[in-house]
């Protein structure tokens, strides 16, 4: 694949979306939405010249500005209207009523909001946001956002839903056996896990743990060890001149992410991602620390702290310092062994210009190509280049595109395919885009299709909403994961 710095002959006419001397995609950058631009510089490019009224005109190259311009007098189109309103005449009485309705009526409203003043999340915040948190599920922290109130730990409770009795049962029977059949434990998980069993299937699925009953305790003692042996060994080295970078990068990304979700906030949480980072990048000097890893460890971490307690972690601010100290030991080496695992099959999104990811933005395009071909036309008129904003769906597993909730449910299924994480994502992938062609042909302009591409409106999903996904894009692996040629340019 070509960078995408460059252009083919076809579309030299067009304006490049990279603009030169900038870093190349993979690069240990944040990655900002579109709906959250870069902040404009206190000077403006030379350029720019002033109209007759006296604004800034932009450079057609400049987008933004382009896109501002075209913009600006969209709030004066209700003008004639108030126009006609005025010449509309109204008896005394009926004007002194509206007024007091309205003056009431607005009176009700402040004292509403002096008797409930919480701070609250807003799910798509406003762009013009001056904090420095990346971007995830299209939100950002407010100016005025605060944590909610501490909530007490709530342990684990085995009560069950009864229409889940059925399945948890099957599974709690399949993990029993001497050997797990892992076939009929993938079959099982496939259409989601229940909760109560999650933190060990998602082990054994994902080749922590083996199959063999009597082998698990003596396997999870061993690399339990095995990791805070790590962490005597490498982890004061974090402050050499050889390692200082890349642990100076993982401790400025960490706070950065999941931003709306207070646990992730808390001191003894950074400090535990700061460490399983740390040593996998030092054991894996290939591709060492790329920003995304950081986020892929947070699932692990969510899931395996939820076999010791109930709350909601999305939306509740829970203290961690709560929990024994080797209750958090134990979440800390089952996340990093089984971030490790995932990374093994992944590797190649993180090495040297990460070509695992240039390759799967190539296959992704030909198969949107193939099943949805109004939707590619429609972005290569408007010069939208696949890797502009697959990018990020690549290299974040779209966690950075959906509630943490549905990342959960969707690694579920990820865990039970062959090579989930690549292979099975890439279809994932054109099953999101194509779920959302229609809204994106209604955009009829490069920025407009990249805002919403990179703030999709998924806020509010659950497991529904990632169920239909996964039937799609199962459909589509049948069709083409034993036919590549069909992916083949013709």
């Known amino acids: 694949m070509s960078r995408p710095g460059t252009s083919t002959a076809k579309e030299g006419s067009k304006p490049g979306f990279w603009k030169k001397g900038t870093s190349f995609p993979g690069s240990i950058k944040p990655v900002y939405g579109a709906q959250h631009p870069p902040m404009q510089q206190a000077s403006l490019p030379s350029k720019s010249k002033k109209d007759d009224n006296g604004k800034l005109r932009s450079n057609k190259k400049d987008a933004f500005h382009d896109f501002e311009n075209k913009t600006s007098d969209a709030w004066d189109d209700g003008d004639d209207d108030l126009l006609v309103m005025a010449n509309i005449q109204m ?6 009523k509206t007024a007091e309705a309205v003056i009431d009526n607005h009176s009700k409203q402040i004292n509403a909001q002096n008797d409930s003043k919480q701070s609250h999340v ?27 109130k501490t909530t007490a730990i709530r342990p684990t409770q085995k009560k069950v839903p009864d229409r889940q009795v059925i399945k948890l049962e099957k599974f709690r ?23 109560a069993v999650r933190p060990t299937a998602w082990k054994i699925l994902s080749g922590y743990l083996p199959a063999s009953l009597e ?44 931003p709306l979700i207070p646990l992730f906030q808390q001191k003894i949480v950074q400090e535990i991602f700061e460490r399983i980072l740390y040593i996998w990048a030092i054991r894996h000097p290939a591709s060492g620390y790329v920003q995304g890893i950081n986020d892929l460890v ?17 939306s509740e601010n829970c ?69 502009q904003f697959s990018f990020r769906w690549m290299n974040n597993l779209l966690m950075r595109e959906i509630p943490l909730r549905c990342t959960v449910r969707l690694w579920d299924t990820y865990l039970c395919e062959p090579n989930g994480f690549a292979d099975f994502h890439l279809y994932m992938c054109a099953a999101f885009v ?30 529904e909403e990632i169920g239909e996904l996964l039937a799609e894009a199962y459909k589509l692996k049948y069709m083409f994961a034993d036919a590549p040629n069909h992916l083949d340019k013709k």
């Open 215 to 258: 082998r698990r305790e003596p396997t999870l003692l061993r690399k339990r060890n095995e990791y805070f042996g790590f962490i005597e060994q490498y982890y004061d080295t974090r402050h050499q001149e050889m390692h200082q970078e890349t642990f100076r990068q993982i401790h400025i990304d960490i706070p950065r992410m999941s």
């Open 434 to 463: 194509v779920r959302f062609s229609k809204d994106i042909q209604r955009e009829r302009d490069f920025q407009g299709i990249l805002m919403f591409l990179q703030n999709l409106p998924t806020h509010h999903w659950n497991n």
């Open 319 to 387: 203290d961690l310092q709560e929990l024994p100290q080797e209750t958090l030991r134990i979440i800390e080496a089952d996340s990093y062994w089984c971030t490790s695992r995932l990374l093994d099959g992944i590797q190649d999104n993180y090495t040297f210009a990460q070509p695992g990811i240039q390759m799967k933005v190539n296959a992704l395009k030909e198969l949107v190509k193939r099943i949805d071909v109004p939707l590619h036309k429609h972005l290569e008129e408007q010069s939208v280049e696949y890797l």
């Open 298 to 314: 947070t699932p692990f971490f969510v899931v395996f702290l939820s076999e010791y307690i109930e709350n909601d972690v999305e």
């Open 122 to 148: 807003t799910a798509i915040p406003s762009a013009t946001s001056s904090q420095g948190a990346g971007p995830g599920v299209g939100m950002r922290l407010n100016t005025g956002w605060q944590a909610p």
């Open 173 to 195: 029977s399949a993990m029993a056996a001497q050997n797990t059949d892992l076939d009929e434990l993938r079959k099982l998980s496939w259409s989601g896990v229940p909760k």
């Open 91 to 96: 008896s005394l009485r009926d004007v002194r």
